[in-house]
T-cell receptor, first 110, second 115 residues
Framework: GENVEQHPSTLSVQEGDSAVIKCTYSDSASNYFPWYKQELGKRPQLIID?????GEKKDQRIAVTLNKTAKHFSLHITETQPEDSAVYFC?????????FGRGTSLIVHP | DSGVTQTPKHLITATGQRVTLRCSPR?????VYWYQQSLDQGLQFLIQ???????AKGNILERFSAQQFPDLHSELNLSSLELGDSALYFC??????????????FGPGTRLTVL
């Protein structure tokens, strides 16, 4: 089955800095890669996603890049703000089955 | 508010017991997903239903079962509960259809504690 590795597990940055979270996947059949933000005690919420036929997607301060050859994708957050502090999960979907990374706890210090 | 509802919000029960978790998807969504989130295992996909039929199965134990009813709500049944089943259980829904890449909207979750 699919295996998704996510790094780092914890990321601490100063407000205004950029943050990068990386994921690798194993199943070349995976064709959809969403990123979720989960605040403490809340539900996961989709923040951005990318399909396998696209290499990069941007939405304001958030961007995702996908390298199908290397089987890795990354989340980039620029100009971080304290409200960006949360746990971020990547996922890869193949044949309707989502596999999640273990999560990255992002801490943005004011 | 995602439009996905889950009941109950909290559930405390004893080992060996059976519980049922309920999920109502967003209006118009045909797919329902069930997930288990625990500290040591992260977010694990259990099972997906599309328009009443099982579509995909993940790491769901044989002690667990689910179904989606004609009105599209879904129930997750957990039986012979063990301490390790204590977790947050999320339901998510999406439009569904032929593509696997439809945005999923998560419910608020049910926190299950097995004593």
């Amino acid at each position: 089955g699919e295996n998704v590795e996510q790094h780092p597990s914890t990321l601490s940055v100063q407000e205004g800095d950029s943050a990068v979270i990386k994921c690798t996947y194993s199943d070349s059949a995976s064709n959809y890669f969403p990123w979720y933000k989960q605040e403490l005690g809340k539900r996961p919420q989709l923040i951005i996603d990318i399909r396998s036929n696209v290499g990069e997607k941007k939405d304001q301060r958030i961007a995702v890049t996908l390298n199908k050859t290397a089987k890795h994708f990354s989340l980039h957050i620029t100009e971080t703000q304290p409200e960006d502090s949360a746990v971020y999960f990547c996922a890869a979907l193949a044949s309707y089955i989502p596999t999640f990374g273990r999560g990255t706890s992002l801490i943005v210090h004011p | 508010d995602s439009g996905v509802t889950q009941t109950p919000k909290h559930l405390i029960t004893a080992t060996g017991q059976r519980v049922t978790l309920r999920c109502s998807p967003r209006s118009g969504d045909l797919s329902v997903y069930w997930y288990q989130q625990s500290l040591d295992q992260g977010l694990q996909f259990l099972i997906q239903y599309y328009n009443g039929e099982e579509r995909a199965k993940g790491n769901i134990l044989e002690r667990f079962s689910a179904q989606q009813f004609p009105d599209l709500h879904s129930e997750l049944n957990l039986s012979s509960l063990e301490l390790g089943d204590s977790a947050l259980y999320f339901c998510a829904s999406s439009v569904g259809g032929a593509a696997s890449y439809n945005e999923q909207f998560f419910g608020p979750g049910t926190r299950l504690t097995v004593l």
